[in-house]
């Protein structure tokens, strides 16, 4: 059996054909979705490019060991070294592949995790360095490429998937494909730069957010951004960029699935798509994924198919982070070092499980504009944010998706708050949470101590 890992980096979870909340065009996609598990209540550890890809690498809360943000801006740490859950399947026979953007580490690479063979977008760099030596690049906001699809990044990704698969057949393999996109600039060659009319998209459910009542940095990161006189219709353009950019990845899995099809190894290959994170983009007047733990960027796109595994939709809470080891050691017969999630292998088998998680954690530092740490506990329905130096939030997302009102102080929700609270406060201390390690900060949930 192979094992086909797709993952994009700040993939928003609506952003979906299959979905259904937005006119996104992503057929390849959808039809994964159709054949396999589709988890609508998929989210990240850590909405941070680093400390997520580890967490997906390891089964480990980042904040565990102080892996709080992404290199560069400030030293990152890396786990604990281990055999790790790659470096399992080498053992167990199979060829490993990694191809694309690993940003998991700036210390090591890899083939120090396992991966036999290393195929970097710094080949496509200079591809492109080589036969457009004039080509140029946009802002933030993105732009359309000036290169032809073909030679686009995830095409050239797709493509060069493809000749592994092809090159592996007859043999057991693990191949993880990462893309850079949609994280901004999104830059989406034609035909997907002009696939969706700016007048006609419709803005994320948190674009009307006024953030009135909300953390004070989260103005103030709008402000850092230069983003205070952006209006409504001001969005429609990079939300609309955004999505065409979607679409031309989901393209490209079309290629990586078909490599699969025209070798005869769809049915002996477990395929999975997901992200790192979401973005922003627009929603609350902001860009990127820094001091919020919104669904737009906590919540990720998750999909499964391959032998074994069940069609339909799955709406437990599970974590791309956390649960990922554990599922892959079940699913291939390996032993991983201990994660802190559990094995979601009996949901994609389409089981009941009645005992699975009701509340699931994630967690954010800040990065560029400061540190701002923060930490999050999500059911089905209600969201509570402990913010350790600023005042705390909590969403109704039913009747309020878009996380617009903070109803932190609506007395009718305290007795569910000061619950979440302990909930959380338990959760941390399980996972090593290095916040709660000497005592200080346990009050502020143990005993809502918080203005």
Known sequence: MNFLMIVADQHRADALGCRGRFDIRTPNLDRLAARGTYFENAFTPLPVCTPARQSMLTGLNPDSYGAFWNPGFFAAADP?????WPEMLRRAGMKTVFLGKW????????TDWGYETYIPYGDWARMVREKYPDLKGHGWFGGTSGLPLADSKTHWLAARAAEQIEALAGRPWHIRVDYTDPHLPCEPSEPFASMYDPAETELWD????????KPYIQKQQVVSWGLENM?????????????GMVSQIDDSVGIILDALERTGQTEDTVVMYLSDHGDTCGSHGMLDKHYILYDDVVRVPFLAAGPGIAAGRRKELVSIGFDLAPTLDELFGIRSPKAVGRSMAPLLRGERVPDWRTGINASSNGQQFGFFNQRMLRDSRYKYIWNMTDVDEFYDTLEDPGETRNLIRAPEHAER????RRELLALLREQGDLFLKGGWL????EEGRKI
């Open 231 to 243: 209006t409504a219709d001001d969005w429609r353009e990079p939300v609309a960029r955004y999505r």
């Open 417 to 420: 708050i000061a619950a979440m």
């Open 80 to 84: 604990p070294k281990n055999d790790y």
């Open 206 to 213: 948190g674009c009307a957010d006024t953030l009135e009542g």
């Open 103 to 110: 940003g998991a580490s700036a210390k090591t690479g890899p």
């Open 442 to 445: 346990d009050r502020q949930l």
